[in-house]
């Protein structure tokens, strides 16, 4: 394999890591404040992107994002109010049906409102064939927006957890829920939010996302298994930890075309997620002990 | 006693089938026998699945994987043509012993192919062994990580079947001949054979539905519904947990094949989409409508709704269909149709009972009422 090569697959990697690190950063979010997995976490992705490639036509580009954006966050506040809220400690089995049926209806929706062609979104700056070189090889600018808004994605979700009152109470829940609600806070007002930040942060990856891989009714559930993985390659919970996953996965990925054939890639996602669960179920960087006490 | 109460809607089954077929004649409707024979074999699936679920607690998003196995080895066996590896040893060693049958498809070209019992055997064996291999692990789960293992195992089968030239990549394999269970006794898709059909695929489920009762009234049920109550505690009290949630693991994917490899053999013809997410989630909603731990309201449900939907009462919508069943149920009755106690309720009103929780009603609230 020559340098120039090995820096492309390097960076394919990387943009899909990207992606990935985001949808299981969504995961955590939810998982965090609720101690469920939101199985129909991939298809917030999709509706960003769908949502975007719409408004477009009416639009510009900045705006259309935005705006899908934030119907994506309502969408996602109103399926928390209506279908999670009012459960009084919904066992896992059954939380983990009802996310499954909303991934399957949102999909439907998506079907029936936008068929099943492939969409997407323009690329963001200059056009398919123009390109940005680095270290003597040539990616699309488009790369350096994936990269750069899911690393701003990232400081910033770390700064509002870290410094905004909003963000330590939703740590608080995530700690201690009883605890949180004693000291005033508002757990089931946490949870929604939670539902609208994972909600949100996951319409933006699609829509950057979508000059590259397109965006498609159905890309939901392939997108969830590869974020759960991330999300357990990095230790459930673990946010940061979630992104050097997904940098990993991606990059192991992209590396792995050039030994099975392409028709198994995503295999190699679930082959990955099948080991860790049976040899680390607690993740890379996680301590066997801390997961212990935890509910899956 | 107890024996008694058990046969009785077992007995009722069987009235029932054969009072559906009659029916069928004299309506000059045998048409629909074509989707009742489909929807007994899915049935199949979904009591074994039942079990698995309802009884043992373990969620399996795979079992449409087990189905696609045996379906598919089935399938490619006795479908490729072995006529130009005849000089291989293995091959002619397989002819001597015969496992191998000549045989002519449509166009009168000869076709040596796997004699379709072996092949039915082995599709079962290897879907077996594999739930063996696997369920080891897997079993270990619990919760979101049980659902994703088996997920993932469903859509690595998915994915094999779908980049394999062997199992006819997105095409599935097609003209899958017919399979002869005993002399004059045919399984497969022709109209004169649609009665016989039916009473195999109703036979199965009958003779699988008697397997699974007695199971689940025998030492072995009694396990499995404290390993769904406690595993912890039904540990302590001296359960060999892991080896009977194996177990049960390995016989609901064996109902799971055995349905897949004779589904095919009717079909005449086996595709990706049997081995797709949505069948194993379709699989696991009816189990969900039915109750959980209910055989027979799993039974019923998956009577209704497989019929339904095979005769495109849903339209376009059928997924979705699917996915909104679950939701409401799970919802509002998590327990199932028939957990909402609408009969007892309705006995209770009959009878000039003060409405309220008796004690029976408590008891399916638990999901441990008996069937």
Known sequence: MTIELFLQYLFAGITYGSLYAIVAIGFNIIYNTTGIINFAQGEFVMLGGMIAVTLINFVPLPIAIFLAVILTMIIGALIEMIFIRWLESPSVLRMIIITIGLSIIIREVALHVWDESVRSLPYFVGNEISSVTILGTNISPQVLWVVGVCSLMVVALSLFFKFTSLGREMRACAANRRAAILCGINAKNMVTLSFVLSAGIGALAGCVMSPITYTQYDMGPGLAIKGFTVAILGGLGNSFAAVAAGLLLGIIEAFSISVVPLAFQDAIAITILLIILFIRPHGLFGSSEAAGLKEF | ?371
């Open chain 2, 1 to 371: 006693m107890d024996q008694v109460r058990r046969i009785i809607p077992v007995v009722f089954l069987i009235v029932f089938i054969v009072a559906v077929q009659l029916a069928t004649k004299y309506t000059g409707t045998p048409f629909y026998l074509t989707q009742l024979t489909m929807s007994a074999y899915y049935s199949l699936v979904v009591v074994g699945l039942c079990v698995l679920m309802g009884y043992a607690g373990q969620i399996s998003i795979g079992h449409a994987g087990f189905f696609a196995i045996g379906g598919y080895i089935s399938a490619a066996l006795t479908t490729h043509n072995l006529l130009e590896l005849k000089d291989n040893a293995f091959v002619s060693l397989l002819n001597k012993y015969g496992v191998l049958v000549l045989r002519e498809d449509l166009y009168g070209e000869t076709l040596l192919t796997v004699h379709p019992w072996y092949a039915c055997l082995l599709a079962i064996m290897t879907a077996v062994i594999i739930a063996f291999v696997i369920g080891g692990p897997v079993l270990k789960l619990k919760g979101h990580y049980l659902a994703m293992a088996t997920l993932g195992f469903g859509i690595i089968i998915y994915q094999i079947v779908m980049a394999t030239e062997y199992f006819g990549e997105a095409d599935g394999i097609s003209e899958v001949p017919s399979f002869n269970i005993l002399p004059g006794i045919e399984l497969g898709g022709g109209f004169e054979i649609r009665v016989v059909n039916y009473y195999i695929a109703w036979g199965l489920v009958v003779f699988g539905i008697i397997i699974l009762q007695n199971l689940i009234h025998s030492r072995v049920g009694r396990a499995l519904r404290s390993i769904h109550g406690s595993e912890e505690a039904a540990n302590a009290m001296g359960i060999h947990t892991s080896r009977y949630k194996l177990y049960t693991f390995v016989l609901s994917a064996a109902f799971a094949a055995i349905a897949g490899v004779f589904l095919t053999h009717y079909n005449g013809s086996i595709g990706p989409s049997e081995a797709g997410v949505m069948k194993s989630v379709r699989y696991v909603a009816i189990v969900a409508v039915g109750g959980m731990a209910h055989l027979w309201g799993a039974l019923i449900m998956s009577v209704i709704l497989n019929f339904l939907s095979l005769r495109g009462v849903f339209g376009t919508y059928d997924d979705a269909v699917f996915g909104a069943i679950l939701i409401v149920i799970m919802l509002f009755a998590p327990e199932g149709i028939l957990g909402l106690g609408i009969f007892q309720k309705l006995k209770k009103i009959m009878s000039g009972g003060v409405s309220g929780k008796t004690p029976e009603l408590q008891e399916s609230k638990t999901g441990q009422k008996q069937v």
